[in-house]
């Protein structure tokens, strides 16, 4: 059995810690009580000392840039969500040669939006375009801080309030756009992948859009979220695309 680490144990590292057989590790920062019979620790090496082959990163930007070449080096291969951080050139350029290094590999799941499949399939020949669109209604949008300025109160109809580079983009709403990261790196990379900011008010949820221009042929993506307050905990596909990833690994059969 695969043994796996995780680090970070927020909403996604306890729904991950739940599902996953073989977690032999959690590396938090804050204290945690329990994890589910799992030993909680508190620093990379001793992290590390319990031997995981695949470590999770769910914690934040600054421990992916932080950690993130280390736990490569030790020979872990190293799923991230917090890719936001790789926006930063300095923090994308040292994580993406502690991957060529190794031994550990780093592998990006989809996220929020589910699959990358089709846009990694496109990339494979004449991909020309690619805009990754998220959707939110206004009253969720001025519950971030990047969005201060913006006036929402006056938006009636779906709305594009800032657009730019993914990187441009995932510099300013670093818990926001994860989900834009891993579509750049499967596609055109971080500064020529699109980005759109929408606020909508016929919304509740937050909702992607990942549009691609392509030689086998265009194609338009478009995902909805569960209905949720605007501070809730929606339950999407980002905890359950990378179950998707990690069942790969060890299945004999692989869809």
Known sequence: MTRYGIVGFGRIGRRLAARLPGAVAVLARSPVTAAGGIPVCHDLRTFLDYGPQVVVECASRDTLAGMGPAILAAGCDLVPLSLTALADRTVERRLMAAAEAGPGRLEIAPGAIGTLDL????????????????????????????????????????????????????????????????????????DRTEAELVADPELTETAHELEIHASPGNAVLKLGGRDVPPDGDPVDYTTFSLMRVLRRRGARVVI
């Open 119 to 190: 846009l990694a399939t496109a990339r494979e020949e004449g991909i020309t375009r690619v805009v990754y669109r998220q959707l939110k209604s206004p009253t969720m949008w001025k519950l971030i801080a990047a969005t201060r300025g913006v006036d929402f109160d006056g938006v009636r109809t779906r709305t594009v309030f800032r657009r730019g580079s993914v990187r441009e983009l995932a510099m300013d709403f670093t818990n926001n756009l994860n989900t834009a990261v891993g579509v750049a790196l499967a596609g055109l990379g971080l």
